[in-house]
């Protein structure tokens, strides 16, 4: 991967050397339409590109994370913490740049940011920014000067939701969510140690997790109304991907044909959902790697109840990758310019 000033959409990468930046710097490394222009961080400014991402061929070093260092950049991803997106986001949307923020800073209204974060959200005409998730929300990315990237969670989440919209009772969802510790960024944890990690699976932020609101409001969108959602992630001993099931009630009248109809009908023609054979879930093994979502279904007659599951990999398809698919769509490119659903497996 080569940081140049050659022909293409020049793209800057926000994010030091985090994990989604890396994946971001990754995939472009061998996008036909997207340049990398700068790599910018804080704590990993004046480093190497190469020695803060170990695992890319990069020539370069990491620059201040200022606003100034992205001049040049027609478009700039920030794979940053909310704080850093706050701070950069609004100068470079005033400026004319387009943006994808990886955080969770532009995902929610102003107010409903407030009551998660404890204090007023500082761009408030910004947010909520365009939700980035296009298999649901396709429409408008493309003229969007900000683009509010899904987190994982809610990405699986979402995926497996939205053909039960008018099959099941909105408020009677359940989402188990299970991911791998990169999905909790690179700084240091107790339980991210691997002396305790590893061999261990753990329930963490329930009830009332960061993307509990961020599920509800989608599902809003899809349904017509306001409906509580009740999400447990959880936490497993492997460094990437992600699976969520979503149990609900169905209506009456509705089987497991309705269902997989929906489901198939809701994906037909996407480039990055598969749709798994009855008999089949999910496994995030198959999907590690690529920009896929494999998503399995099932209906249990005895409890009226729905199954379905969707798994992806939490640093592509939940993060880096979706993040590419909707500049892609930003910069009128072919969705799946520099991306594959294919997997790297075992």
Sequence with gaps: MRIVAGMGVAVGVVGGSGYAAGELLRLLGGHPG?????????????????????????????VPAEPDALDGCDLVFLATPDEASLSLAPTLVARGQRVVDLS?????????FADISGGAHPAPDLTPGTYGLPELFRDGIAGAPLVANPGCYPTAALLALAPLAGLVAPGSVHVAGLSGTSGAGKGLRDDLHASHAAGNAAVY??????HTPEIEAAWARLTG?????????????????LLCTITADLHDGVGNGDVREGV??????EPFVRVLPDGVWPQTA??????????????DARTRRVTVACAIDNLCKGAAGQAVQNANL???????????AAAVYP
């Design 205 to 210: 932020g329930a009830p009332g997790h960061r």
């Design 104 to 112: 969770g800073a532009f995902r929610l209204p102003a107010e409903t």
């Design 225 to 241: 109304a306001f409906a509580p959602v009740t999400f447990v992630p959880h936490l497993l001993p492997m460094a990437r991907g």
């Design 286 to 299: 198959y999907v590690r790697g690529g920009n896929a979502a494999h998503v399995g279904m099932a209906t």
């Design 34 to 62: 997207l340049v990398v222009r700068v790599v910018a961080g804080r704590g990993s400014a004046g480093r190497r590109v190469a020695d803060a991402f170990g695992h890319l061929d990069a020539d370069g070093v990491v």
């Design 264 to 269: 198939e009908r809701a994906y037909a023609g």
């Design 330 to 340: 930003l910069c009128g490119l072919p969705e799946t310019s520099g991306l594959s």
